[in-house]
């Protein structure tokens, strides 16, 4: 049942950032110059070596960014009530639920505390892999 949810949950974070995501790339892809392409098709480059060679060193910044920030990301799931809170429950609508209807304070400031230094270590941890891999890094 848990990697049932877990499926679910993935595909669904996956479809609501399609829209935002597409945006961001796609501009990403009209500023890679276009003469890389004229040039790799003249030395016979196919579309997955154009696609290789010049099309993702070209918006790698990019993909590094949004690796970033999503590392960084945490959304409350939609559809969240007594009846789901057993599947649907996260950090996040824990701390929500302890805080402001059981009035649990002292509890869901140590778990709010918990979740924050636990996602500023992951975004301070993805950005300096990134530097050190690409070069390129947000701070």
């Known amino acids: 049942m848990n990697m049932i949810k877990q499926t679910t949950t993935e ?4 479809w609501q950032g399609l ?15 276009q003469e ?3 040039a790799a ?8 070596q154009q696609l290789l060679h010049v099309t993702i060193p070209g918006i790698s910044t990019m993909i590094i960014m949004m690796l970033i920030m999503r590392m960084g990301a945490d959304k409350i799931l939609l559809l969240y009530g007594p009846a789901n809170y057993e599947f649907s429950d996260v950090i996040n609508t824990y701390v929500y639920r ?10 869901s400031t140590a778990v709010g505390l918990f979740n924050s230094v636990i996602g500023t270590v992951l975004l301070i941890t993805t ?3 990134t530097k050190k891999l690409s070069g390129t890094a947000m701070f």
């Open 41 to 48: 098709r003249v030395d016979g480059a196919n579309r997955w």
């Open 98 to 107: 302890m805080g402001m209807t059981k009035a649990d304070y002292g509890l």
């Open 36 to 38: 890389l392409y004229e």
């Open 19 to 33: 829209g935002y995501g597409s945006i961001i790339y796609l501009s990403a892809l009209s500023s890679v110059d």
């Open 127 to 129: 950005n300096q892999i």
């Open 11 to 14: 595909v669904w974070h996956g």
